[in-house]
C-alpha cells in the first residue's frame, strides 16, 4: 500500500475546469497503476479515470469521457485528473487510488490505497 494525498477540489459554476492532483508517497510510483473515483452522497463509489503504470494508456468512464483528462508525472510521484465543461452532476468527493496488480481497474474493491478525497462541487 501507498499514502495518497489529493488535493485541488473546490466550488466551481457549470462549465468550468479544474485539476485535481494526487501525491504519492512511495519510492516505486512507476510500479503503480492509478484510479480516480468520486462518491456523491447516497451513492456507490463510480469509477471515473485509470492510468497505466507508465502513464501512457488511460481509461475512462463513459460519463466523462471527452471531458476529463488522466495524467501520470512518475518523476514527481504525481497523478492528475483535468476536468472541464463541468457539470452539477460532477459534484462528489474524488479520490484517487492505486490498485492491486493485475486487477479491472473499474472495479473500486480492486483498489488497496486510497487518498481521504477532495471535495468538487459544481453549481448550476
Known amino acids: 500500500q501507498i499514502q495518497l494525498v489529493e488535493s485541488g477540489g473546490g466550488l466551481v459554476e457549470t462549465g468550468d475546469s479544474l485539476t485535481l492532483s494526487c501525491a504519492a508517497t512511495t519510492r516505486a510510483f512507476s510500479s503503480y497503476a492509478m484510479g480516480w473515483f468520486r462518491q456523491a452522497p447516497g451513492k456507490e463509489r463510480e469509477f471515473i479515470a485509470a492510468?497505466?503504470?507508465?502513464?501512457?494508456?488511460?481509461w475512462y468512464a463513459r460519463s466523462v469521457k471527452g471531458r476529463f483528462t488522466m495524467s501520470k508525472d512518475n518523476a514527481k510521484n504525481m497523478a492528475y485528473l483535468q476536468m472541464n465543461s463541468l457539470k452539477p452532476e460532477d459534484t462528489a468527493d474524488y479520490l484517487c487510488?492505486?490498485?492491486?496488480?493485475?486487477?479491472?481497474?473499474?472495479?473500486?474493491?480492486?483498489?488497496?490505497?486510497w487518498g481521504q478525497g477532495t471535495q468538487v462541487t459544481v453549481s448550476s
Open positions: 492510468i497505466s503504470r507508465s502513464g501512457d494508456r488511460p
Open positions: 487510488a492505486a490498485p492491486i496488480p493485475y486487477s479491472d481497474y473499474r472495479g473500486w474493491q480492486n483498489y488497496d490505497s
